[in-house]
């Protein structure tokens, strides 16, 4: 039983900065890998960043390698993606997800999702 929420998202010149912001309820969170997706218009949804549930672990996408950076504080079962030097490719809506087992690496399945929110990039 997790609900999660995102916030955030909104219209940045590129090579701005973005922190979205994810709020999750549920007795699992503390226990839970959580992560962040993406989906541009047309396109698939792809896998953005990882965290594992005290955050001693992360993943990320080439994509957001070096740009991205996910954190979570547990105390107030929130999970964030900090974006920064921000480009028109990266306009999508994000989403937040939320895999109640341990830490797999690239073998999470993620079974509870955010309601997405919108992150646009002009040029």
């Known amino acids: 039983q997790v609900q999660l929420v995102e916030s955030g ?15 999750a309820s549920g007795r699992t969170f503390s226990t839970g890998v959580m992560g962040w997706f993406r989906q541009a218009p047309g396109k698939e949804r792809e896998f953005v960043a990882a965290i594992s549930g005290t955050g001693t672990y992360t993943r990320y996408a080439d994509s957001a390698k070096g740009r991205f ?4 504080e547990n105390a107030k079962n929130s999970v964030y993606l900090q974006m920064h030097s921000l480009k028109p490719e990266d306009t999508a809506v994000y989403y937040c997800s939320a895999d109640p087992s341990g830490w797999r690496g690239s073998s999470q399945t993620f079974a509870y999702w955010g309601q997405g929110t919108q992150v646009t990039v002009s040029s």
């Open 69 to 72: 950076t996910i954190s979570r």
């Open 9 to 23: 998202g909104g219209l940045v010149q590129a090579g701005g900065s973005l922190r979205l912001s994810c709020a």
